[in-house]
């Protein structure tokens, strides 16, 4: 069975860091793209990209985040992190990671919770 487990979230003031992680089993972390999505607010639907990290290593980032947080994976240990400095209010949001395998279908994590405070 394919998962994704994110942990790593918590309450943080404002300007104050975080390293989410991802860990996948079921498959390789390296043989698709890994993503990282943030759903603000609670119960609502939309997901908002955070970054990504292709089979062969490319990252990218919303433009939101670009500066503050670094995508980066761990092969050995099937593990995808999300470093997140700077941190802001507007950063609040459960958190989930992604994965797009092939043509399978897009699977996600449960998600972890980022909650910044002033």
């Known amino acids: 069975e394919m998962r994704l487990v994110e942990s790593g979230g918590g309450s943080v003031q404002n300007g104050g860091s975080l390293r989410l992680s991802c860990t996948a089993s079921?498959?390789?972390?390296?043989?698709?793209?890994i993503l990282w999505y943030r759903r603000p607010g609670r119960g609502g639907e939309e997901h908002d990209f955070v970054?990504?990290?292709?089979?062969?290593?490319?990252?990218s980032y919303a433009d939101s985040v670009k500066g503050r947080f670094t995508i980066s994976r761990d092969i050995a240990k099937n593990m995808v992190f999300l470093q997140m400095s700077g941190l802001q209010a507007e950063d609040t949001a459960m958190y989930h990671c992604?994965?797009?395998?092939?043509?399978?279908?897009?699977?996600w994590g449960q998600g972890t919770r980022v909650t910044v405070s002033s």
């Open positions: 079921g498959f390789r972390i390296d043989s698709g793209v």
């Open positions: 970054s990504g990290v292709s089979d062969d290593g490319v990252a």
């Open positions: 992604a994965a797009v395998i092939g043509s399978l279908t897009p699977f």
